[in-house]
């Protein structure tokens, strides 16, 4: 292939991007979603991404869009269709079935109009997934799901009310959508065995690991410290990202009640905000940001001492966080409250810029806090292992160019879609 095809290898293709989160949500599966369809559109595809209305990660629609119920937008050569879906501000098994059902509903009634040649769905979103196959199946194109979360998985392990039920309805649901790909892709090899269980070849699984989509710091990180009222004699543990149930991030809120000498600093938003405030009421050492904005995340996250990851003890191979590609960039040091056995941990592992500490234990997370804020030297080399870990395994190019090979797979027709 000469320079020119591999610059333009998809000149004239009519792709489709399923995914329930797009720009301008900057956290979970959106900017992943947007780049991936962004990066085809500049590689000379004709891409459509059907969408959802921007309500990730607060559950609450984003106010631009309230009265809005259908529109197209073009954002970054991309045919944006966006569809009116309903958006529960507290998680329930019942709810989130309701949002599933309600996107399901909205995207098969309503799709972009015109043949692909090729459909690609990004899943946890159990209704992406079904309408992604429903029109490869309809259009007989192939079709590629790539598996960023199991919800199936997710709601026997996450706590949620009602999540047995759930979970056999979620599964059922993953297995319609998975069993009908002609390739796909998952972002960690944990997931494996799940997907194989779901009813998968494991011939036609490929995996396609997330990239960081953010850029390094370049704030001098006293000035962000001084910015944020945050005292340099005082070590800083900061969480980034969603707060829902499968996080447990209970135990960041119980571990600065063991140590006033401590900040916890929980940046984002999710459905369990609400309770996490209400359990650090009377904590002093707890502090609640608002999501940051893409020019100050990285500088906020490099001006903590410690960056945290936690997971319920329960959850195992559904998930792998995205924010540990943006972790790894900002150069600090990583604590993985996880379970030992899960693909978050073998992530944190892999990347060398972490310790991993047992899941729902604050004593334990205290402890590791501790050790790295009273070795400063030996922290900052632990988290400089994550910008070299990036550079090696997780640049943007690297793992655009993995989709570029996944798409080409399926479109050569190497892979063996069930129809």
Do not use: C
Not at 151 to 180: C, F, K, N, P, V
């Amino acid at each position: 292939m000469s320079d020119g095809e591999r610059h333009r290898p998809f000149e004239d293709r009519r792709l489709l991007v399923v995914s329930t989160n797009y720009a301008p949500e900057v956290t979970g599966i959106g900017p992943y979603a947007t780049q991936l369809a962004e990066h085809w559109a500049q590689s000379g595809a004709r891409v459509r991404a059907l969408t959802g209305m921007p309500h990730y990660p607060s559950w609450q629609l984003d106010e631009a869009y309230r009265s809005v119920w259908r529109t197209v937008e073009v954002r970054g050569g991309v045919g944006v269709h966006r569809r009116r879906h309903y958006v529960p501000s507290r998680q329930s098994a019942l709810r989130r079935a309701a949002f599933e059902v309600s996107v399901l509903a909205t995207g098969l009634l309503a799709p972009p109009p015109g043949r692909p040649d090729a459909v690609v769905s990004q899943m946890p979103s159990l209704a992406g997934g079904v309408i992604g196959a429903r029109i490869a199946r309809r259009h007989r194109v192939p079709y590629i799901p790539v598996v960023q979360d199991l919800m199936g998985a997710a709601a026997a392990q996450s706590g949620i009310r009602g999540g047995d039920r759930a979970a056999a309805l979620a599964a059922a649901a993953e297995r319609y959508a998975l069993s009908r790909a002609t390739l796909v892709g998952v972002i960690h090899e944990s997931f494996v065995p799940r997907v194989t269980a779901l009813g998968v070849d494991p011939g036609r699984i490929r995996t396609v690991p997330n990239w960081t989509h953010v850029q390094g710091p370049t704030a001098d990180r006293a000035a962000t410290r001084a910015r944020l009222g945050w005292d340099p004699a005082t070590p800083v543990l900061l969480h980034s990202g969603n707060m829902g149930l499968k996080q447990g991030l209970e135990v960041l809120v119980d571990t600065a009640r063991l140590a006033p000498d401590l900040r916890v600093v929980l940046m984002g938003d999710g459905n369990q905000r609400d309770a996490l405030r209400a359990r650090a009421e009377g904590l002093p050492n707890v502090d609640f940001l608002e999501p940051a904005g893409a020019g100050e995340f990285t500088d906020i996250l490099a001006a903590a001492d410690v960056l945290a990851v936690t997971q319920r003890a329960s959850v195992l191979d559904m998930s792998v966080p995205s924010k540990l590609t943006s972790y790894f960039v900002s150069g600090r040091p990583v604590v993985a409250s996880v379970a030992d056995e899960g693909g978050t941990a073998d992530e944190v592992r892999r990347s060398g810029a972490g310790v991993l500490v047992a899941p729902e234990d604050p004593a334990a997370l205290l402890e590791t806090v501790r050790k790295l804020a009273a070795d400063p030297v030996a922290a900052g080399e632990l988290g400089a292992e994550g910008p070299a870990y990036v550079a090696r395994h997780l640049s943007r190019e690297a793992g655009l160019a993995r989709f570029d090979d996944l798409l080409t797979e399926a479109l050569d027709g190497r892979g063996s879609a069930r129809r």
